[in-house]
């Protein structure tokens, strides 16, 4: 079984920074892609960033130039600095994996963060 520890969430203000983390253990060869994804009320889940094992990067339109993920392969962690944080990057953000293990590639996610930015 693979589980994924998500930390980091909370309030801020407008204009602040949070960072997120996630730490994936169990049962696992390797890792491909680590990304998050956010989904707000009444929204659908949607990309916020992924990051291949080979370090190729892709961002939501509306995080480029504010958030940045960052992984380690040795400990299986995957952060999402996060500045300038608007209002509307409010939500629940999830940790998601696509992970090889003993019977193929699997795909995991978090349990889920709330990050709320106040106006």
């Known amino acids: 079984q693979v589980q994924l520890v998500e930390s980091g969430g909370g309030l801020v203000q407008a204009g602040g920074s949070l960072r997120l983390s996630c730490a994936a253990s169990g049962s696992i060869f390797s890792i491909n892609v680590m990304g998050w994804y956010r989904q707000a009320p009444g929204k659908q889940r949607e990309l916020v960033a992924s990051?291949?094992?080979?370090?190729?990067?892709n961002y939501g339109d509306s995080v480029k130039g504010r958030f940045t993920i960052s992984r380690d392969n040795a400990k299986n962690t995957v952060d999402l600095q996060m500045n300038s944080l608007k209002p509307e990057d409010t939500g629940v953000y999830y940790c998601?994996?696509?992970?090889?293990?003993?019977?193929?590639?699997?795909?995991?996610w978090g349990q889920g963060t709330q990050v709320t930015v106040s106006s």
């Open positions: 998601n994996i696509y992970a090889w293990l003993p019977g193929g590639e699997h795909n995991y």
């Open positions: 990051i291949t094992s080979g370090g190729r990067i």
